[in-house]
T-cell receptor, first 113, second 112 residues
Framework: DAGVTQSPTHLIKTRGQQVTLRCSPK?????VSWYQQALGQGPQFIFQ???????QRGNFPDRFSGHQFPNYSSELNVNALLLGDSALYLC????????????FGPGTRLLVL | DAKTTQPPSMDCAEGRAANLPCNHS???????VYWYRQIHSQGPQYIIH???NNETNEMASLIITEDRKSSTLILPHATLRDTAVYYC?????????????FGTGTRLTIIP
């Protein structure tokens, strides 16, 4: 049973650039959520995708956008990168409408220079 | 979602039971208590969750007080691999409210 996978594992970008992170949900799951975890902090909810639409969104600017594909995989895009965007980006999946437990992937560590 | 309060750090001797407390005094009747842990630089790992009754699985036990204002996660026989940050999260268990609100958690260190 495949768990949640994310790619790439590490990424280095410079300020102003754009980045795309990818996530494949756990087998049988149809919903993907993205979280940002700054160093020393708990993960912060960015947004969630279900049926290829954004359903919930946390307190993040429009520079953060996403997409979900028909196979339930998802992308997180961040435009105009800032130094403060350096963080571990986590993807979590569950199955709606009865989903109770979210399972997390290993994360993508993004460093913005 | 209700706010949770956890001690910032705890130590436990290897082989002993680790008891991690969590206060959620403003919890509502339809809010679940979830526990996750995060080993250094990895994604959070689901441990257990409950609503009212005590729960047990292969990883841990969750004890929820009768008034539901606090809970305790119990790792019965702690090993060095249990060293991690443990997060207690309260979440409404209904469609459309799946986001998890993490605090800063408890850093548990298992001592040999």
């Amino acid at each position: 049973d495949a768990g949640v996978t994310q790619s790439p594992t590490h990424l280095i970008k410079t300020r102003g650039q754009q980045v795309t992170l990818r996530c494949s949900p756990k087998s049988g799951h149809d919903t993907v959520s993205w979280y940002q975890q700054a160093l020393g902090q708990g993960p912060q909810f960015i947004f969630q995708y279900y049926e290829e639409e954004e359903r919930q969104r946390g307190n993040f600017p429009d520079r953060f956008s996403g997409h979900q594909f028909p196979n339930y995989s998802s992308e997180l895009n961040v435009n105009a990168l800032l130094l403060g965007d350096s963080a571990l980006y986590l993807c979590a999946s569950t199955q709606l409408p009865v989903g109770e437990t979210q399972y997390f992937g290993p994360g993508t560590r993004l460093l913005v220079l | 979602d209700a706010k949770t309060t956890q001690p910032p750090s705890m130590d436990c001797a290897e082989g002993r039971a680790a008891n991690l407390p969590c206060n959620h005094s403003t919890i509502s009747g339809n809010e679940y208590v979830y526990w996750y842990r995060q080993i250094h630089s990895q994604g959070p790992q689901y441990i257990i969750h409950g609503l009212k009754n005590n729960e047990t699985n292969e990883m841990a036990s969750l004890i929820i007080t009768e008034d539901r204002k606090s809970s305790t996660l119990i790792l019965p026989h702690a090993t060095l691999r249990d060293t991690a940050v443990y997060y207690c999260i309260v979440r409404v268990g209904s469609f459309g409210n799946e986001k998890l609100t993490f605090g800063t958690g408890t850093r548990l260190t298992i001592i040999p």
